[in-house]
């Protein structure tokens, strides 16, 4: 039976010719496929009104005919919505997948509309940015995901192909996090991230190494890392430089901040703003241990 598949734009607009290839994409990979009206609109930065969103994000929800609620891309707007959302409406087993900022929704999503399946993971751009390429990892991954295909394969090649150990150990925990200046933006809101015995997963794009140094320190001054069992660290893309430049790389200042942790630290993961995506279960359990085949597992 094809599998239904909801298009939504919480945060910024798609371009017509990414939104027609990518959906196209997923037609002919046996999906069916509606897109909420306001996906294109523009409306400045954003895609329609929040009225427009609230309204497709509601009615995809409640829809039994959707399956799963894929975002059209990140870039800005997500934050507009949370308090506007019906968290008991929506609650129901469906999954939602993005990434960006719509790691806005899944932080909130995951803690007042727990019975709904949030995934850190490719937004619907991506697939018109991977060219519609069949043979792409990413996208062969992502029709198995879609389609809730057995994907383990695939994705821990993925995985093993570019992740690196910066400390070894083994832990098991729920995952929690996303995009790293999303979840500082949350910091002493409703929608602030507990990481009390969790794995912490952080990655961004185009910030600065001082600028996420800054936010790990409040993190840690906020006592937010005291009790993380594990650290996932994913890509920093097109990290900029400053007209300074700092005196380590990324890899390296992560490693000095964490040095005193005592727990299993995995750098260069494959989810968010890199190439290799594959879709991150939030505050569902993993295990992480270096010295296994296939070192995360769920």
Known sequence: MKKTI???APASWIKEDYLKSATNFLKDNNFNVVVAPQVSQQNGYL???DEEKIKYLHEFFIDDNIDIILCAK???GSIRLLDKIDYNLINKKKIFIGYSDISMLNI?????SPNIDVFFGPNLIDI???NCDKNHDTLKY???FLKQENNKKLRNEIISKNIKILKEGKCKGNISGGTL???MANMGTPYELDLNNKILFIEEKKEFIFKVERMLYQLKNAGKLD???GLIVGNFYETPQYHIPFHCSMSDMIADFFKDYNIPIILNFPAGHCDDKIALPLEKEVTINTKSKNIISW
């Open 6 to 8: 909801g298009i939504i």
């Open 47 to 49: 895609a329609g009104t």
């Open 74 to 76: 990140g870039g800005y």
């Open 108 to 112: 909130a999503l995951t803690k007042y």
């Open 128 to 130: 018109a940015y991977l």
């Open 142 to 144: 992502l029709v198995k």
């Open 181 to 183: 200046t999303i979840i």
């Open 227 to 229: 009790n993380i069992k």
